[in-house]
Nanobody, 125 residues
Framework: QARLVESGGGSVRVGGSLRLSCAAF?????????VGWFRRAPGKEREGVSW????????DFADSVKGRFTISRDDAKNTVYLQMDSLKPEDTGVYYC?????????????????WGQGTQVTVSS
């Protein structure tokens, strides 16, 4: 069964870094898709963070993370990475990756088809 598995979360101090991984398993024959990263902070709505497609590598970021986060992919490993630098307390939350099989260029969570279980990121001062 197709599934996504996130890893790499943890606890860091302000200004620290983490790299999240999103590994895709058993997606049948889909060679074009978009992987998005989302997060949910305690008491807040889910927020889109970044997306990347697996064809031309186009990507985008939420304004709140631009210049601090980068996204990349390793097609051989079916894995997308979210490198998070200069972390702030407001980056705390559960981070989810998701796949849009319609190859969209957006962070509309309703358009994403598969979701991972999430990984916790905690940034403390």
């Amino acid at each position: 069964q197709a599934r996504l598995v996130e890893s790499g979360g943890g606890s860091v101090r302000v200004g620290g870094s983490l790299r999240l991984s999103c590994a895709a398993f058993d997606f049948p024959g889909h060679y074009k898709y978009t992987v998005g990263w989302f997060r949910r902070a305690p008491g807040k709505e889910r927020e889109g963070v970044s997306w990347i497609n697996n064809n031309d590598g186009r990507a985008d970021f939420a304004d709140s993370v631009k210049g601090r986060f980068t996204i990349s992919r390793d097609d051989a490993k079916n894995t997308v990475y979210l490198q998070m630098d200069s972390l702030k307390p407001e980056d705390t939350g559960v981070y989810y990756c998701a796949i849009d099989l319609d190859y969209g260029s957006h962070l509309n969570p309703d358009e994403y088809d598969y979701w991972g279980q999430g990984t916790q990121v905690t940034v403390s001062s």
